[in-house]
């Protein structure tokens, strides 16, 4: 059974431009959760989608951050425009419906100059 | 407000002898406990859970995880360290809040080094 999968695995880009990260979530998971790490410090918790729903978006920073899931499928989290305190490692993770564990993909880790 | 506390940047230990990173926690009712472990350039990876039950846990690659309730705490152990268990560990709870009902509230990641 595959993993959670992130795209791309690195990404460096200027202040103000715009990024797009992918997650696809281990197949038959209907929870899909986006985490972030900035600068070593703490994961933080971003959002939550059941499915397609957003079930809780409490940790997005702010709205340059959107974040999507089609069809109850993979996700997309955009950041536009990019400021340098968005430089991190982006974690996704799903997990199956009533179940408490959570499993991570690789991270994706943005680097914005 | 629920938090985890690792109280520890960095833990060292000699291959062979037992490790322990500490682990506390702050949460209203019954937690739910996790440890993950990172590798070099990897994503984080589950070890364990405390759910409910025996306070004792064991995990992946030999690891085990006791929850003390009294304490507050949730400590990694394993009887002896190997080179390979060289990583960043991570302890989280699960938040428990109505709006954050499963999101994970994680420490911020002691280092263990094991030297041969």
């Known amino acids: 059974e595959a993993g959670v999968t992130q795209f791309p695995s690195h990404s460096v880009i200027e202040k103000g431009q715009t990024v797009t990260l992918r997650c696809d979530p281990i197949?038959?998971?209907?929870?899909l959760y986006w985490y972030r790490r900035v600068m070593g410090k703490e994961i933080k918790f971003l959002l939550h989608f059941v499915k397609e729903s957003k079930q809780d978006e409490s940790g997005m920073p702010n709205n340059r951050f959107l974040a999507e899931r089609t069809g109850g499928t993979y996700s997309t989290l955009k950041v536009q425009p990019a400021e340098l305190e968005d430089s991190g490692v982006y974690f996704c993770?799903?997990?199956?419906?009533?179940?408490?564990?959570?499993?991570f993909g690789p991270g994706t880790r943005l680097l914005v100059l | 407000a629920q938090s985890v506390a690792q109280p520890e940047d960095q833990v060292n230990v000699a291959e062979g002898n037992p490790l322990t990173v500490k682990c506390t926690y702050s949460?209203?009712?019954?937690?739910?406990l996790f440890w993950y472990v990172q590798y070099p350039n990897r994503g984080l990876q589950f070890l364990l859970k405390?759910?409910?039950?025996?306070?004792l846990v064991k995990g992946s690659y030999g690891f085990e995880a006791e929850f003390n309730k009294s304490q507050t705490s949730f400590h990694l152990k394993k009887p002896s360290a190997l080179v390979s268990d060289s990583a960043l560990y991570f302890c989280a709870v699960r938040g428990l809040f109505s709006g954050g009902y499963n999101k994970l509230i994680f420490g911020a990641g002691t280092r263990l080094a094991v030297h041969p």
């Open positions: 949460v209203s009712g019954n937690p739910y």
């Open positions: 197949s038959g998971h209907d929870n």
């Open positions: 993770a799903s997990s199956p419906g009533g179940q408490e564990t959570q499993y």
């Open positions: 405390y759910i409910t039950g025996d306070n």
